[in-house]
Every structure is written in structure tokens, then in C-alpha cells.
Nanobody, 116 residues
Framework: QVQLVESGGGLVQAGGSLRLSCAAS????????MAWFRQTPGEERELVAG???????NYADSVKDRFTISRDTAKNTMYLQMNSLKPEDTAVYYC??????????WGQGTQVTVSS
């Protein structure tokens, strides 16, 4: 059974940092794309950052130069380093893994709250 387990969320003051982790079991990261999304109440889930099979990364404009996505294939874990956090970054953050054949897996979400 495939599981993605996120951790690292919490409460932080504006300007602070957090590092989210997403540990996968039941799958490997080989030939898969990965991404972090976030969602606030009443809003659609939005893409925060993604990393391709080849390692290319992309970011939402709102987080560029502040967030960094990475992965450790040996540990089957992906990360989102979040610096210079702002209150508007407050959301539930989800990791997503997708394979070329089309299967997609989501984590359960981790709450990030940034106080002003």
C-alpha cells in the first residue's frame, strides 16, 4: 500500500522558516514527478512547487526565491524548505507524487500557520 506522510508543519512567526518533509512508502521516486500544493478554506488547491523526473524545478510566483523543493531518492523523501514566511503562506500543505502511467498519490496534508 502506498503512503505519503508529511511532517514539519506548525506555527511560525512571519519571517521564520519551516521545512516540510514527505516520506513515501510502497513506491520509489524513480521516474516520477513530485510537487507540493497548498489549500486554504474555500479555495482550490494550488501548486506551490514541482520537480520533474529530470530534476527541473518550478515555483509559484508567490513563493519564488523563498521556497525550495528537493528530493532524496535514497530516502524516498521530498522536502519543501520555506524561508521568509508570510501570513499569506498559511495553508494546509500537501505533497503529490505522479507517475508517467498516470497514477497519482497525495499525502494527508500538514498545517502551516504563519503569525504576523
Amino acid at each position: 500500500q502506498v503512503q505519503l506522510v508529511e511532517s514539519g508543519g506548525g506555527l511560525v512567526q512571519a519571517g521564520g522558516s519551516l521545512r516540510l518533509s514527505c516520506a513515501a512508502s510502497g513506491i520509489t521516486f524513480s521516474r516520477k514527478t513530485m510537487a507540493w500544493f497548498r489549500q486554504t478554506p474555500g479555495e482550490e488547491r494550488e501548486l506551490v512547487a514541482g520537480i520533474s523526473i529530470g530534476g527541473n524545478t518550478n515555483y509559484a510566483d508567490s513563493v519564488k526565491d523563498r521556497f525550495t523543493i528537493s528530493r532524496d531518492t535514497a530516502k524516498n523523501t521530498m522536502y519543501l524548505q520555506m524561508n521568509s514566511l508570510k501570513p499569506e503562506d498559511t495553508a494546509v500543505y500537501y505533497c503529490k507524487v505522479a507517475e508517467i502511467a498516470g497514477r497519482i498519490w497525495w499525502g494527508q496534508g500538514t498545517q502551516v500557520t504563519v503569525s504576523s
